[in-house]
């Protein structure tokens, strides 16, 4: 292969023909389409064309593409309901079995043992903003953003943690916040934290990385051209997570840190207990690999992902609500009066830091990405093509144990994702969710509420 200095003084020298070595690794993986348009460039396109083709890791995203199409269609394993053993409810946790937890994980926490792992490389557009989706003001009486209420949560968790120490803040360690962002809010996300002081946390304690970004796909599996000089690519989804901690090194810094243990969510959860003590002894005590927080699905055709066991006694997964046939969706289970496949994934997950190295080369191998078919902007007009993505449950098949624990609703799950005037998920109806917990709090705690807040959905 020649070496890249002398492909872009071939290609700024104005060549009438692309790079030849270039020009043969495309053909090599049946992508040359990518250089049609090199006679009608410019000197500088095609300087930026090269540049765009030799940033491609092409044998990765052809198997990726390859992997990918190829397992399309491809039956899968029955679903099965979750064992009823296999989750933590509500009503039969104990208050002895929820304090021990609760100090478990404070004591984890105390020892350094625990991280925070935030999925944050949407921007709002769906909500009518083009900043990243953290930056977002509910409409809170205070106007804090989603990443205020999050960093905020996690001063308090170290404030538990500093009074459960005998000795105070002496040896403690802060908790390390891992924000993953993508290309198009990782400058905004930096400077949205630098701006607020980094909502009181210590800056060392923030770390920011990028998510990937993959090549858009058409029908035949060709990259589809966003201009003549730069080839198409989208954000590999939130499951790009794992190749992205892999390729930072991020998970070898936080073995140096003696981190042992994720607990990972999503941006847009207005009410998301970050760092929680609880779940994270819960965890530790049932000597899981993996493990989620769930709600119970509101009704069968609620669109929202299940977990599901795939076959008998094996691994649990997540199954989006499109793919369940609506006859089990409305399956009841005789027994608990509750839907057969009822446990629904909210992105609350906890992971063990070896288990994250172990499902970063598990999905590296197999190389499977989700296929989204979406319209593309192309230098044909917006194009019918493939975005791929991997999801953050797709880790849940690699985990040799999973356990789940069902939290409210009402208490931890407000989830941020459409604009006010929608049906659902809107920024209005997550901020009424914190003002009743909030309210509940008041009463429970002998205060009273000087504004009418309805306490429970009517």
């Known amino acids: 292969m020649r070496e890249p200095g002398t492909q872009m003084v071939e290609a700024t020298n104005g060549s009438s023909s692309p790079p030849t070595a270039l020009l043969e690794r495309l053909k090599d993986y049946g992508q040359e389409d990518a250089f049609a348009l090199w006679d009608e460039l410019s000197t500088d396109e095609r300087d930026l064309l090269v540049k765009d083709i030799e940033s491609l890791d092409l044998p990765r995203i052809d198997r990726i593409i390859r992997c990918s199409f190829r397992s399309q269609g491809l039956p899968a394993v029955a679903a099965e309901p979750v064992p009823e053993s296999g989750v933590s409810t509500v009503e039969e946790r104990t208050l002895d079995e929820r304090d021990k937890w609760w100090k478990m994980g404070l004591k984890a926490i105390s020892e350094g043992k625990l991280a925070v792992l935030l999925l944050s490389g949407g921007q709002g557009t769906r909500l009518g903003s083009s900043d990243p989706k953290g930056c977002f003001n509910i409409g809170l009486p205070s106007g804090k953003s989603l990443f205020q209420l999050q960093a905020e949560r996690i001063l ?17 360690v802060p908790i390390r916040w891992y924000i993953m962002t993508s290309p198009f809010t990782d400058d905004a996300t930096r400077k949205f934290f630098e701006s607020h002081k980094y909502f009181g946390l210590e800056s060392d304690q923030v770390t920011f990385f990028q998510q990937g970004t993959i090549p858009c796909a058409s029908k035949d599996g060709r990259f589809i051209m966003e201009t003549p000089y730069r080839v198409a690519k989208a954000p590999d989804g939130n499951g790009g997570v794992y190749s992205a901690l892999k390729s930072s090194r991020l998970l070898e810094d936080m073995a140096t840190r003696g981190i042992r243990y994720l607990d990972c969510y999503g941006v847009d959860n207005a009410l998301v207990r970050v760092a929680d003590p609880t779940f994270l002894g819960y965890f530790i005590d049932k000597g899981v690999a993996s493990a989620a927080k769930v709600v119970r699905k509101a009704y069968p055709q609620e669109k929202v992902g299940v977990f599901v066991q795939r076959g008998k006694g094996g691994p649990l997964s997540v199954v989006e609500y499109s793919e369940l046939d609506p006859s089990l969706a409305s399956a009841i289970n005789q027994e608990t009066g509750r839907l057969r496949f009822c446990w629904s994934n909210v992105c609350l997950h906890m992971f063990t830091l070896d288990f994250l190295n172990q499902v970063a080369n598990g999905l590296e191998k197999d190389s499977i990405y989700h296929l989204a078919e979406k319209k593309i902007p192309s230098i044909h007009g917006h194009t019918m093509g493939y975005k791929l993505e991997q999801f953050i449950f797709d880790a849940f098949p690699y985990a040799p144990s999973t356990a789940l624990f069902e939290v409210l609703r009402e208490e931890e799950f407000a989830p941020v ?28 705690a002998g205060g009273f509420l000087t504004h009418s807040v309805p306490l429970y959905a009517t």
Do not use: I
């Not at 909030?438 to 429970?444: C, D, Q, S, Y």
């Open 156 to 172: 308090c968790v170290q404030k538990l943690v500093a009074l459960s120490l005998n000795e105070g803040l002496a040896g403690f």
């Open 417 to 444: 994702k459409n604009a006010n005037g929608s049906n659902f998920d809107t920024p209005d109806s997550a901020r009424l969710l914190v003002l009743r917990l909030h309210a509940r709090w008041v009463v429970a």
